[in-house]
């Protein structure tokens, strides 16, 4: 008793943190996360600087319920079936939703969304009381073991992130990702919940993704977004037809388009603005150069990132 009281005062507490773009650490079924508003793209630069996370992978978004999840994603009759195993250590890979409140950091640039519902009280009521999804990978330091105890998440950042302690963690192996698209379903990670149980529930098969599929299929199961243009790195300036991607004091390019990921040369600026502005370009020219970033702090995500959009794509 004492400790569900200790619970749901700490529960209204934390959301205010993350409601205020802080992050917090929350247990799940699976494993514990580290939870920032996915609305929220400064809250989830807080992600990356805190687990020190050299790139910009899609982070997976947790829902209270699967109408919280449906204002992020489209649905199709698969994707509702897949749902049924909701809460629970099942993570779907959806279109995302036209007009969606999600920070493209989330998704990383891409046009689909990861989401799930967890199968933890706790997260649930944390989700509610914050009132807006999570953008949540493990609660750990890149390259480090995902946490199963609120110690172990206290230990791994030194206490600097606070934690709502659920408890260990009944399953310990993170969530199965599987890729809806139409009437496919694709796992592209294995995880708590096992394929063969997945076909069962929805009477057809569940192919698995190559191993490199994530980074080289077509369509929807890319993991990492690839504009149309091709891009020239580390350009001081642009080249006449090109389209130029800026980082601090920058000319004009009177002979094209012009973005500045941030005119004061601040990394943080240039990551929030990353793959909007990539988009944007990607709209407007054939060939985009890309001012040099300094690789220190965000700077070595942002060039992982850039050089993922530069390397040339493997064909379809
Ligand atoms: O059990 C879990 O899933 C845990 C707990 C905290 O929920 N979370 C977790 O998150 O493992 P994370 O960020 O470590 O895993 C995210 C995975 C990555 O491998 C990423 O590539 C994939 O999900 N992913 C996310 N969005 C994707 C997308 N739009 N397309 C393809 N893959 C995506
Ligand atoms: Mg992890």
Redesign the pocket.
Known sequence: MADAVQNSLDIVHLAGLLKAGRLVAFP?E????LGADATNSEAVLGIYETKGRPRF????V?CADQQMAETLAEFSPLARRLAQFWPG?L?L?LPRKPGANLSDLV??G?D???V?V?AHPLALALIRAAGTPLA????NPSGKL?PTTAEQVIKGFQGLVPVLDGGPCTSGV??T?V?VEGGTATQ??A??LPRREIEAAIGQPVAIAAQNA?VAAPG????HYAPNAKLRLGATAPRPGEAYLAFGPAPANPLGPLRNLSPAGDLREAARNLFSMLHELDALAEAIAVAPIPHAGLGEAINDRLRRAAAPRPRA
């Open positions: 799940t699976t494993v514990y996360g992978n899609p982070l997976i947790h250590p993570t890979v998704t990383a891409l689909t969304v990861a799930r967890p949540g990978p493990s609660a995902s993170e969530s990702i890729a592209l990670r995880g708590a994530a929807m199961l890319a993991s």
